[in-house]
T-cell receptor, first 118, second 113 residues
Framework: GAGVSQSPRYKVAKRGQDVALRCDPI?????LFWYQQALGQGPEFLTY????????KSGLPSDRFFAERPEGSVSTLKIQRTQQEDSAVYLC????????????????FGPGTRLLVL | DQQVKQNSPSLSVQEGRISILNCDYT??????FLWYKKYPAEGPTFLIS?????DKNEDGRFTVFLNKSAKHLSLHIVPSQPGDSAVYFC????????????FGSGTQLTVLP
């Protein structure tokens, strides 16, 4: 596809339910990022993959959050035992080049998955 | 502790005039800055970026200015058009990290016809 795609676009979950959010990055993009955006705020970093390797997961808010990218393309963000505070838009972004010095790198975002936990 | 701040939640401008959106940062390690535009129910769309080795970058109607000593950047849109109405996010990253972006909280720009 031409851009980053995410599914589902909307997800309503009951508190305690597990959810899985999918991201299809732009073909060939090495780097993949997950962000969480609360209402009225900017996106906040969750985790980063370079190919299949998860190189940074410092932004994951708890051990209920887990992300994987087993073949270096599609990624899944899983949230176990969802809580109301997990309600947010989850954004996926991809970029083409490896992290490097001052190289100009742009992250391209998908439309997001809006998660509502009741 | 917000490292990237957009202190104006909203801005209204008349069509054809200049829009100036401001952003301040506190982390001196940031060396790459971006502006994203976001429409409702869509993801952020990349608009323009600037490296810390420059103080200005221009792309059509959009110009970003960087003042490193003041830790301040701004986005100028001239002339403003109604289609520019959106939320604008400032973002920053550091070399040597995973290139994760740190975002401001956004400014809602409304261009009045």
């Amino acid at each position: 596809g031409a851009g980053v795609s995410q599914s589902p676009r909307y997800k309503v979950a009951k508190r305690g339910q597990d959810v899985a959010l999918r991201c299809d990055p732009i073909s060939g993009h090495v780097s993949l990022f997950w962000y969480q955006q609360a209402l009225g705020q900017g996106p906040e970093f969750l985790t980063y993959f370079q190919n299949e390797a998860q190189l940074d997961k410092s932004g994951l808010p708890s051990d209920r959050f887990f992300a994987e990218r087993p073949e270096g393309s599609v990624s899944t963000l899983k949230i176990q035992r969802t809580q109301q505070e997990d309600s947010a838009v989850y954004l996926c972004a991809s970029s083409l080049v490896f992290p490097s010095g001052l190289a100009l790198e742009t992250q391209y975002f998908g439309p997001g998955t809006r998660l509502l936990v009741l | 502790d917000q490292q990237v701040k957009q202190n104006s939640p909203s801005l209204s401008v008349q069509e054809g005039r200049i829009s100036i959106l401001n952003c301040d940062y506190t982390n001196s390690m940031f060396d790459y800055f971006l502006w994203y535009k976001k429409y409702p129910a869509e993801g952020p769309t990349f608009l323009i970026s600037i490296s810390s080795i420059k103080d200005k970058n221009e792309d059509g109607r959009f110009t970003v200015f960087l003042n490193k000593s003041a830790k301040h950047l701004s986005l100028h849109i001239v002339p403003s058009q109604p289609g520019d109405s959106a939320v604008y996010f400032c973002a920053a990253s550091t070399s040597g990290s995973a290139r994760q972006l740190t975002f401001g909280s956004g400014t809602q720009l409304t261009v009045l016809p």
